[in-house]
């Protein structure tokens, strides 16, 4: 069955028009899902009995599973949900003055293997479908009623390369951004990649309108291959060629993300360099204290704050991230792994 929360508004309208019904009938169930969160076909009361039979015998409205929670003393909320096969992903909302962003998944596990991220502990096992991104997003505006409150922001950074999954990431957006869907606007939702450099281009000329983040953590290409294997393929003067790209074909701007690790790379000289290596694109760095993983040996910096400031002093814009959850398993991944050892 075809779960019409994996559904663009466009591919719901060729399907309605293939089951004989007029193209409106698409705006109409969207209605119908997204603003009234109804999750039977029999409760669409300008829906046809006919239609709904039809409706019952091919599409279904599943939502996700939690299979656990935890919730940090700040109000973050951290879920492990499971899919239709079985599998665990994560999903995370994060609480901040100018709205609630929900930090997405796109894949069961991750195949990039960067050497800092708890999420690379378990290999890719498969893409998510649209509907089980969406589906996350719905998750926690489930668990967000209570408050009388939804999800404004979001951010697909959770665990799996999100332009390895290209196409179901980018239905997703759609979905998500319509104002037919769940209406949340493009300037608040934020697509975090390695750098798989052909997929920048093409991101670009989509014309979404959607952030693009570039997880990039170190400024040479020596360190880079030891933290992000991804960079052996895609070294860093072809990822800034991408960018430049993309600045031209979107008139967007960037966001570098910079994990600090303690004397990996977050020196007075790792500052410069990195400032050096981003000036020819329009950018700026979102440093990020790092969530220690026991498995991986690396170690939280300290000098964040020193860091930020050598940067603006050579004219580069950046901010350090706010954290979230720390009394909770708070790094990308550390919750289904330790799921996953305890299964």
């Known amino acids: ?110 195949n990039m293997s960067c050497a800092f991220c708890a999420s690379g502990l378990l290999k890719k096992k498969r893409n998510l479908e649209t509907c089980e991104m969406v589906g996350q997003v719905l998750l926690l505006n489930d668990l967000l009623k209570d408050e009388g409150k939804r999800v404004t922001h979001v951010v697909v950074m959770g665990t799996g390369e999100p332009f390895d999954n290209f196409d179901n990431v980018v239905d997703f957006i759609k979905i998500i951004n319509s104002q037919y869907g769940l209406a949340i606007g493009a300037r608040h939702i934020t697509v975090s990649t390695c750098g798989i450099v052909p997929k920048i281009r093409e991101y670009g000329k989509l014309n979404l309108q959607v952030n693009l983040a570039i997880s990039l953590h170190a400024s040479n290409d020596e360190l880079r291959n030891k933290l992000m294997p991804i960079n052996k393929a895609y070294p860093l003067h072809k990822l800034i060629e991408a960018i430049k790209d993309y600045n031209v074909a979107s008139s967007r701007r960037v966001t570098f993300e910079y994990i600090l690790l303690k004397d990996v790379n977050d020196r007075k000289e790792d500052a410069i360099a990195l400032a050096k290596l981003i000036k020819p694109v329009f950018a700026y760095v979102n440093l990020i204290p790092y969530n ?52």
């Open 1 to 110: 069955m075809i779960n019409l929360f994996g559904l663009t508004l466009e591919k719901l309208e060729e399907l309605v028009v293939l089951d004989n019904q007029n193209k409106f009938r698409a705006k109409q169930l969207y209605k119908w899902i997204y603003e009234k969160e109804v999750t039977s076909f029999s409760l669409m009361s300008d829906i046809s009995k006919k239609y709904i039979e039809v409706l019952n015998e091919k599409y279904c409205l599943d939502k996700l599973e939690i299979a656990s929670k935890q919730v940090s003393k700040d109000g973050t909320i951290k879920v492990l949900a499971r899919l239709k096969d079985g599998s665990t992903v994560e999903t995370v909302l994060m609480r901040y003055n100018y709205g609630l962003a929900a930090c997405i998944s796109s894949q069961v596990g991750c």
């Open 292 to 343: 220690e993983v026991d498995e991986n040996g690396f170690h939280r910096s300290k000098r964040a704050k020193e860091f930020m400031d050598q940067l603006m002093k050579l004219g580069v814009n950046a901010t350090i991230r706010k954290e979230f959850g720390s009394d909770i398993d708070a790094a990308c991944g550390q919750l289904r792994a330790k799921s996953e050892k305890v299964l």
